[in-house]
């Protein structure tokens, strides 16, 4: 493909995304326009291979936001990305991981507090 066959997407990153490659968001051209060419393209571009992909899908914890749809609604790692678009790439894998309190702290306690 020619400079001009590239696609252009405003990417956002978040959490595990977000610390490795030390950016919120760029501007970001590739080629192809589907979810697997931008998988491929990124892991080109920055290291997060191990983040991002498990063999030539994505990991199970990843989540992709197409123009507001997630990935997997659209057609998955072959969903289209038009010209334009903006991507956003989280990992969720550890949303619901519970988070260790004292021993003995209340949620009276928490609320006292103020957190």
Known sequence: MSGDDLTRV??????????????NEVEFAFNGNTLRAL???LVDQFDIADLLTAGED?????RVVIN???SYTVGGTEAEIPDGASVVLFACRGALTPVPLPAGTTLSD??????
């Open 10 to 23: 405003t990417l956002r990153f978040t959490s595990d995304f977000r610390a490795r490659v030390e950016q």
């Open 58 to 62: 994505l990991r199970p914890y990843v």
């Open 68 to 70: 507001g749809r997630f």
């Open 110 to 115: 928490l609320r006292d507090e103020g957190t």
């Open 39 to 41: 998988m491929k393209a």
